[in-house]
């Protein structure tokens, strides 16, 4: 905590907009990741599947990548415009993220409490 104006004691509450800017930045960093492994693959297939039988494990793996950067991007920027989509989004790529599972509940966590709700324009019941 730091002194404010007259020696008064106030603390930095985060907003459901530091919230979601928070979250757009870890999943672009995530969908960073998945794109640098996408680079990657052409010298990972190369040296990893040699034999004809070997190829459509190396499409799985490929399109298992592509699928995974393209939901962290779109993800992200969903929640960076704020469009109602991207609340749904973030939902689903917090399984993905379950072995990060502190992530995982932070995402789950914020995507349900009244603030976003309201960002994102989900109607109350």
Known sequence: MSAGKGGQEWK???TAQDHNKTLVIVLSVIGTLWTMVLLATPWIIAKSFRHPEQMPTAVLVVA???IMA???WSTAIAMHLRRPVGRKLALISAAPL???W???VYIWW???????KQMY?????
């Open 64 to 66: 298992f990548g592509l």
């Open 70 to 72: 393209m939901l962290f």
């Open 121 to 125: 324009g989900v109607k109350q019941a």
């Open 98 to 100: 379950i072995m990060f």
């Open 12 to 14: 930095r509450v985060m």
């Open 110 to 116: 914020f995507m349900h409490s009244e603030g976003a």
């Open 102 to 104: 502190p992530l995982s």
